[in-house]
Structure formats: structure tokens, C-alpha cells
């Protein structure tokens, strides 16, 4: 059985001292050797202070992007290496608000993920489709193009340092949530696609969170579907009692 994962994902918000008192209180709820993976990623410039603040649980620090090349040039970017280096063993990337608020496309998604692979983080890789697509039919051929176009080169050996992440862009911090339904279609869907391309033994053990207004009354409906396994949290990440509801709700599934 794939272990449930809930990831959650701070965006640019907390100040140092409100991120580390969040952290610390995700920390205590959730020691280390339980039965769900927990993540999360604060703002680059707190990565220090949250994995300080967090040593010794069970919450894994993440980071909210990389630049793909290992050093240079690159004004303002942070390379994979900078960010093991500061404790973060997890990266997501591929972000509907990457996507589609700073422009980045598949081919630098892709650039991305085969860095953090290579580094050695854990790769949360998310995919999803906006309203128009959702609503004109074409959301199962979104999640294939984005699929094929992030994860080209990428070899089987490697899933087992990456998760997916479907995040619908539409139910993204709208309060408006996939229904079960839905969302167990779309990560359906997904999980065909790595059958297809990477076959069953990959398929069947890669990770599908689900993304997208979870909160804790929506969490065990969600994360109950039989290919959701775990939810990757926005706004809800940001609360600890909600963030660690959701922790809870996983735990009772797993
Ligand atoms: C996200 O940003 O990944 C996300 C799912 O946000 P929210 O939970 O706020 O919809």
C-alpha cells in the first residue's frame, strides 16, 4: 500500500517568527516513525529556522522552487544544492501559480524536475487543468500533455523520489473543492498515464495528492478515494490546528 502524504505548501506568507511557532506545532503532532510523510515548505528565506524548528519529528522541510542549473549567474534564483544545503530534503515544482502567474512552461518544468531528481530531493511534481479546460472537456488531455512534457527523460528508477501532485487550478485557493469524484477521476486518469508510459509496478507505487481548498472537513472524503494518496495544503497550511486536522484525517486512513 503507497503511504499517504500531506504536504503543505506556505506560498509567500508567515514572517520567521509566525513560521517557526507554525512549525513548531505541526512538529509536535507529528513525530517521527508515524504512519503518514508530512512536509513543509516555508519561504526560502526561513528553510534554516523551520528545519531547525522542526528537527527531530516527523516533518520533512520542502522548498517552493528551484532554478535547474547548479550555479552561476542566475540573479535571484536558488539552485537544488543551496537548498539541501539548508536542510530541505523535498522541492515542489511545477506549481499552477509557477505555471501560469510567472510563466514557466513544460520544458523548464522538466529542466527542474531532472535537477532535483539528480540533487537527490524528493520531487513533488504537480500537474492540473484551469476552468476553460475543465469546462470544455479537455481536462484528461491537459494532465497527459503536462505529464509527457514535465516528466520526458525521466527514467522509472527515479519515481521512487517523486510524487504527483494533481492540483485543479480552479479549486485552488477559490474555496471551490474537486469533488471526490472528480478528483479520483483525474488522478485515474494520471495513474493510467504512468501505467502507459512506465508501466504497473510504477504506476501502482507512485504517489497522486490531490491539491486544491482541503480543508479539514473535506480531507478524509478526499484522501479516501483510491487513487488519492494525500493532499497537498495552501491555505489550510498555514493554520496548524487545520493543518494537523488534515495530518489526522490521513492517519485514520492509513
Ligand atoms: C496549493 O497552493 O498548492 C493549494 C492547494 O492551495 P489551497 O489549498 O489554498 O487551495
Avoid at 503507497?2 to 512549525?23: I, Y
Avoid at 543551496?82 to 509557477?98: F, N, T, Y
Avoid at 505529464?147 to 519515481?159: A, K, N, P
Avoid at 495544503?233 to 492517519?251: C, E, H, N, P, T
Amino acid at each position: 500500500m503507497r503511504r499517504l502524504f500531506v504536504a503543505g505548501n506556505w506560498k509567500m506568507n508567515t514572517t520567521k517568527e509566525s513560521g517557526v511557532a507554525l512549525a513548531k506545532e505541526v512538529a509536535a503532532a507529528v513525530p517521527s516513525g508515524g504512519s503518514v510523510d508530512v512536509m513543509v515548505a516555508p519561504p526560502f528565506p526561513y528553510s534554516s529556522a523551520i528545519h531547525e524548528a522542526i528537527a527531530g519529528s516527523g516533518v520533512e522541510l520542502g522548498a517552493q522552487n528551484l532554478w535547474y542549473e547548479p550555479s552561476g549567474a542566475f540573479t535571484g534564483e536558488v539552485s537544488a544544492d543551496m537548498l539541501k544545503d539548508v536542510g530541505c530534503a523535498q522541492v515542489i515544482l511545477g506549481h499552477s501559480e509557477r505555471r501560469h502567474v510567472l510563466g514557466e512552461s513544460d520544458e523548464v518544468i522538466n529542466k527542474k524536475n531532472h535537477r532535483g531528481l539528480e540533487a537527490g530531493l524528493h520531487v513533488v511534481f504537480c500537474v492540473g487543468e484551469q476552468l476553460d479546460d475543465r469546462d470544455g472537456g479537455r481536462t484528461d488531455a491537459v494532465l497527459s500533455t503536462q505529464l509527457e512534457g514535465g516528466l520526458t527523460g525521466v527514467e522509472g528508477g527515479q519515481f521512487a523520489n517523486l510524487t504527483v501532485a494533481y492540483e485543479p487550478v480552479w479549486a485552488i485557493g477559490t474555496g471551490r473543492t474537486a469533488s471526490p469524484e472528480q478528483a479520483e477521476a483525474a488522478h485515474a486518469h494520471i495513474r493510467g498515464w504512468l501505467r502507459e508510459h512506465y508501466g504497473a509496478e510504477i504506476a501502482d507505487s507512485t504517489r497522486i495528492l490531490y491539491g486544491g481548498s482541503v480543508k479539514p472537513d473535506n480531507a478524509a472524503e478526499l484522501i479516501g478515494q483510491d487513487n488519492v494518496d494525500g493532499a497537498l495544503v495552501g491555505g489550510a497550511s498555514l493554520k496548524a490546528d487545520q493543518f494537523i486536522a488534515i495530518i489526522q484525517a490521513a492517519q485514520g486512513l492509513s
